[in-house]
């Protein structure tokens, strides 16, 4: 099973950023992004079914985030719009194959976690 997170980087307040997660080795139901800012517990951010592609955003980050798969590249994608200094933080992708919507964003329901990319958002 490979996890791999990339992508992330020093941006400015209102810039884009996207992350890929390659998400491999396994048939996993469900990736998802988490992130942990300094200081602060890991919290979910996104989640898409890989089979349909049913999306699940954090209410905290709706309207300028999205996800989306490559199931050809087996890549998970998560799209940053409108960044903000708020969003600092190390980004982890997580994937399991027990994921049922009821429990999406929930740290415990992900077997299989990648090891993280930092994105920096300046004001």
């Known amino acids: 099973v490979q996890l791999q997170a990339s992508g992330g980087g020093l941006v400015q307040a209102g810039d884009s950023l996207r992350l890929p997660c390659l998400a491999s080795?396994?048939?996993?139901?469900?990736v998802a992004w988490f992130r942990q800012a300094p200081g602060k517990e890991r919290a979910f951010v996104a989640a898409?079914?890989?089979?349909?592609?049913?999306?699940n955003i954090a209410e905290s980050v709706k309207g300028r985030f999205t996800v989306s798969k490559d199931s050809a590249k087996n890549t998970v994608y998560l799209q940053m719009n409108s960044l903000r200094p708020e969003d600092t933080a190390v980004y982890y992708c997580?994937?399991?194959?027990?994921?049922?919507?009821?429990?999406?964003?929930?740290?415990?329901?992900?077997?299989?976690w990648g090891q993280g990319t930092q994105v920096t958002v300046s004001s």
């Open positions: 080795g396994h048939t996993f139901r469900w």
């Open positions: 898409v079914k890989l089979s349909g592609g049913a999306t």
């Open positions: 997580a994937a399991g194959h027990s994921v049922i919507t009821s429990n999406v964003a929930s740290q415990s329901a992900y077997s299989y």
